[in-house]
């Protein structure tokens, strides 16, 4: 009698989470059930191919430079950002003023793509605006070589342009991110530290830096969630097929489902998620393992 | 004169002293990340010949380099005429974007809330694994997602509807995360008290976890307002047809030698952005600040 009433009890709690996870199931996890099971079949006939629709996608060129430049991108693009955001969090944490610049610096995050592609266009063009001041620049200083103009989009400059707008959009955020978890910390703890004598590095290592593990983690996360997400600009900015600088594998699975390329796109998928996995599941594990 | 003020004199006095060159830096920083902003509404109100000549080497049509006015020398409204007057489309893809966000949050809220709720207040077998799966779901990117929601949407018969953006964006699990992280703030005691007082679990949902977790929920909608409103790749992989289409696939159409038009676009997108964020921006920072610290 008292397992039933228990079971029923569950019951009307979980009543809360169906119709939500009712839709992750039907857009979400089933859907990407059946991609798993197409990534072994060939899409016309829907013969068994075993691992051939894998192999295309190892072999694809395109596939192993939208690898390389993803990998080059988010290896430097997130803990660029994570640093840069971090800093900016500590110098500010004690300014009385701290309020107006984080609105200033989350200002970014409330413009469309489109409005800042239009900006970017004006700015970093061959005949461009940021070449015209470069121009300015050494026209005032007779010793420099004449300045040409760099095509930022078509060089290898385009990188370091996608990672200036991934920085630009985001830092704000990972600012207030990283203000939440230094306030979290406990105040009188530093300042103890700081009467026994602590300097500014002892305070940051010993105290901080351990203080902050779990905020790195969730900080880290949402970097790349946001990097993710960063594919947008890139893509307005310089179209399906940029750069081979900038071309991510975003660009790859865009163009194959444009050119109904779904068999390697399902291998690609497959595999893309299951990286994704990995990585959430091995950070997790090492988080757990610092106790944060 | 006690221990403690000494202290706390000695600390004010550190903290003056270092704040010129931290204020230095952040304004610098603040002035960096706003300053190709300011170009936006100067553009809006600029004549197009003043436009044309500035960007004419953009434009392909001079030598030089392009320059620009922040403060426009002839300034006109002619740009959000021709907009608000003269382009009965605009008011199309205006409203489709409003229906569109309008419909995507309120899905959010009715679905995420409670789907939130059950993570934070109930433990039940699977819930990490569940919410791990969440976390990863969150974390996949559109394109990954392209085929799988590409499939069942040719199999709902929904391609090229509006519902073919909609319903993915309601089950999104992201602003379950943020909902769920305010909810978390939330003591677990309070509820164990409202359940001992007798509390049926919708109402202690309704009472006590709604309005004691509402900053989470009030951020995750600030978010989702600013992503959806804005949404590109997903109307342009899913919608076929222009006249359901939102105005954030209408800018990007605009070329260059039209700039002044299309900043007055970008006017017109960006206030109700820019209302949404200032209302929330409160909510933002301390819903963020969930996010942050782990409790």
Not at chain 1, 49 to 57: F, K, L, Q, W
Not at chain 2, 113 to 130: E, I, N, V
Not at chain 2, 151 to 164: E, T
Not at chain 2, 230 to 246: C, G, I, R, S, T
Request: charged share 15%.
């Amino acid at each position: 009698m008292k397992g039933k009433w228990r079971f029923r009890w569950m019951n009307r709690r979980l009543l809360f989470l169906l119709p939500g996870f009712a839709g992750v199931m039907v857009f979400y996890l089933l859907p990407f059930l059946e991609v798993v099971r197409r990534s072994f079949l060939r899409s016309g006939n829907r013969a068994f191919v075993g691992m051939d629709n894998y192999n295309a996608v190892f072999h694809n060129a395109a596939f192993v430079l939208a690898v390389r430049n993803t990998a080059v991108y988010m290896a430097v693009g997130v803990p660029l950002l994570m640093v840069i955001s971090l800093l900016l969090a500590m110098l500010l944490r004690n300014l009385t003023t701290k309020r107006k610049f984080v609105s200033a610096m989350l200002l970014p995050m409330a413009v469309p793509a489109a409005v800042m592609v239009l900006v970017l266009r004006i700015l970093i063009d061959r005949q461009g605006a940021v070449n015209g001041m470069l121009a300015g620049i050494t026209e005032h200083f007779a010793s420099l070589p004449v300045f040409e103009g760099i095509d930022y989009l078509n060089s290898g400059w385009a990188i370091v342009i996608v990672l200036c707008s991934f920085l630009w959009k985001n830092t704000g955020y990972m600012v207030i991110l990283w203000l939440a978890g230094l306030s979290a910390l406990p105040k009188e703890v530093e300042e103890a530290a700081r009467v026994d004598g602590a300097n500014k590095w002892q305070n940051w290592h010993y105290i901080i830096r351990p203080g902050l593990s779990g905020t790195t983690f969730t900080i880290g996360m949402l970097s790349v969630l946001q990097i993710f997400k960063s594919y947008r600009e890139v893509w307005m900015v310089a179209g399906s097929y940029p750069q081979e600088n900038i071309y991510f594998l975003q660009h790859l699975l865009q163009n194959w489902y444009l050119k109904l390329e779904f068999d390697r796109m399902a291998a690609l998928t497959v595999l893309l998620s299951l990286v994704l996995l990995v990585v959430c599941l091995c950070l997790q594990k090492r988080l757990e393992q610092n106790g944060g | 004169m006690d221990v403690a003020q000494i202290i706390s004199v000695k600390i004010k006095k550190k903290k003056k002293k270092n704040s010129w060159l931290a204020t230095g830096i952040c304004f610098l920083m603040a002035f960096i990340i706003c300053l190709p902003l300011l170009m936006i509404p100067g553009g809006a109100f600029m004549d197009p010949a003043e436009i044309r000549q500035m960007l004419s080497p953009v434009l392909g049509a001079g030598n030089g380099y392009a320059i620009w006015h922040f403060i426009p020398i002839y300034p006109t409204i002619e740009h959000f005429y021709r907009l608000l007057i003269g382009s009965p489309a605009f008011y199309k893809l205006f409203w489709n974007t409003v229906g569109m966000t309008g419909a995507i949050l309120a899905g959010q809220l009715i679905v995420g809330l409670p789907s939130a709720w059950a993570f934070a207040a109930f433990k039940f077998r699977g819930r990490d694994f569940l919410f791990g799966l969440y976390v990863v779901l969150m974390l996949l990117p559109f394109q990954v997602m392209l085929l799988p929601q590409y499939i069942v949407l040719q199999k709902l018969d929904l391609y090229s509807n509006p519902a073919a953006v909609i319903l993915p964006a309601v089950f999104s699990t992201f602003p379950v995360f943020i909902m769920y992280r305010g909810f978390t703030q939330i003591d677990l005691e309070v509820l164990e008290a409202a359940r001992l007082d007798g509390a049926g679990e919708l109402q202690i949902f309704l009472y006590v976890g709604l309005p004691l977790g509402q900053m989470g929920t009030r951020a995750a909608m600030v978010l989702s307002f600013l992503e959806y409103w804005n949404l590109v790749e997903q109307p342009m992989a899913f919608l076929e047809e222009q006249k359901d289409w939102p105005l954030s696939l209408y800018l990007p159409q605009l070329d260059i030698s039209q700039a002044g038009f299309a900043f007055a676009v970008s006017v017109v997108v960006l206030i109700p952005a820019l209302f949404v964020f200032a209302l929330g921006q409160d909510a933002l920072e301390e819903g963020i600040t969930y996010i942050g610290t782990k409790k």
